[in-house]
């Protein structure tokens, strides 16, 4: 094989609000909890069924962490791009354990919001325009949006 590939792309919504942890030397990181449904009828019963998958994301780019800060909620929808990394960590009764999550950091990742920054929650006619926030060049909007003029990258 010439090369490999690690690449993750998930839409889903957040089961809880981001939550921001800061680190000795003043970095951050963002853990998000994202949840991806699948969705089907049985054929045997004609009755629907529903699956889904948690995923742990953690962002460690400051502006993506910034971003998550200010619009993330419980409930936003959001489409995350970034890269597989399994870590292995002791219990406290020393057993060894091993969690996956999808990791944002650097030059890798992408972070949009899919129902705007109000988590589709606005009063009135709310925020419907997503936006796109890269770890290497920050808002990637489509030119149409409030957000643009908003955040400081």
């Known amino acids: 094989m010439a090369g490999s590939l690690n690449k993750v792309m998930i839409i889903g919504n957040l089961g809880r609000d981001p939550e921001v942890r800061t680190f000795q030397n003043g970095g951050k990181v963002c853990t998000l909890r994202v949840a991806t449904s699948e969705r089907w009828r049985d054929r045997n019963t004609g009755e629907k069924r ?4 948690w995923h742990s994301v953690s962002i460690f780019s400051d502006s993506l962490v910034r971003l998550c800060e200010q619009y993330l909620r419980k409930g936003s ?4 791009e970034g890269r597989l990394q399994t870590r292995k960590w002791q219990d406290k009764s020393g057993n060894d354990r091993y969690s996956t999550e999808v990791v944002l950091q ?3 990742g992408t972070l949009t919001m899919l129902d705007g920054r109000d988590g589709g929650r606005a009063a009135g006619g709310g925020y419907d325009q997503g936006g796109d926030y890269s ?3 920050g808002y990637q909007g489509d030119g149409n949006s409030d957000l643009e003029d908003e955040i400081p990258f």
């Open 135 to 137: 770890s290497s060049g």
């Open 50 to 53: 529903e699956r889904t998958e």
């Open 106 to 108: 650097g030059y890798n």
């Open 77 to 80: 929808k959001v489409y995350v």
